[in-house]
């Protein structure tokens, strides 16, 4: 990551699906570098079963640098659920997050979801507590030992 992604303006990012198979590279990659890397689990851990039918969406910078990502896909048809929301170190607190959970949360809408669930690691309950989100207990255990909240929101569906 660049040093001097912190100072370029906001018209500079684009969060938007990945397009070509080098974003899809770039955007698998980031999840597993910024949240599986992390806890020593091997590259495929970034993937699940949702994968083909889910919503994904990143930021990208105007060179193409994935700066953010995130992930929504459907418990049933009211009820969807996020994974895999991360931003870059170098890019974290710049906002990028919240764009994620915004264009995540507009696809929930247009899909009719009324509910959006997710699992929050314990040192960004904070950051979902200020998209409105409200914790509804203790989620399991990553990999049975990070520490995770359950956290859910209610949206409008707009159909």
Known sequence: MRDDVRRRPADTF?????????????YYTARWQWLRAPLGQ???SERDKHEGS?????????????????RLHLIDAANARVRYVASAPACRRLGHGRTVMNVLEAAARRL??????????RDVVSFYLRLGYRATGAAPALYGTLAQTMMEKQITPRR
């Open 14 to 26: 684009a969060a938007r699906e990945p397009r070509t198979p080098e974003e899809w590279d770039a």
């Open 112 to 121: 009719g979801v009324r509910r959006v669930y997710l699992h929050a690691r």
């Open 54 to 70: 889910a919503v994904h969406r990143a930021v990208f910078d105007a060179h193409g640098a994935v700066l953010a990502v995130g």
């Open 42 to 44: 091997p590259r495929g």
